[in-house]
């Protein structure tokens, strides 16, 4: 069974920066895309990053670029969600997800394209 574990949470003020991990475990990660996701009250859940299973190519949300960055450890069966210049904005329930399917190389942005998700880490941004 796949399992997936959200650290790195927590309360911060505008514009500083927090690092989210992901650590995997129960199938091959490397053969998976990765992404995050996240989910503010009341609202939808919403895509914010994904990367490839290789790691080298990525792509995020327009709200996020440039401040966000994905990366991966293959080694450590991990992703990582890098976020800085931080905004109240992207205060939100944070959630990584794999892919569903292997090896995909169109990388995934909807909900529908992942089958398996961590437990969330809340991320507060004071203003």
């Known amino acids: 069974q796949v399992r997936l574990v959200e650290s790195g949470g927590g309360l911060v003020q505008s514009g500083d920066s927090l690092r989210l991990s992901c650590a995997a475990s129960?199938?091959?990660?490397?053969?998976?895309?990765m992404g995050w996701f996240r989910q503010a009250p009341g609202k939808e859940r919403e895509f914010v990053a994904t990367?490839?299973?290789?790691?080298?190519?990525?792509y995020y949300a327009e709200s996020v670029k440039g401040r966000f960055t994905i990366s991966r450890d293959n080694a450590k069966n991990t992703v990582y969600l890098q976020m800085n210049s931080l905004k109240p904005e992207d205060t939100a329930v944070y959630y990584c997800?794999?892919?569903?399917?292997?090896?995909?190389?169109?990388?995934?942005?909807?909900?529908?394209?992942?089958?398996?998700w961590g437990q969330g880490t809340q991320v507060t941004v004071s203003s």
């Open positions: 997800a794999a892919d569903k399917v292997p090896r995909r190389v169109v990388l995934p942005t909807q909900l529908g394209q992942y089958d398996t």
């Open positions: 129960g199938r091959t990660f490397s053969n998976y895309a």
């Open positions: 990367c490839s299973y290789g790691g080298g190519r990525t």
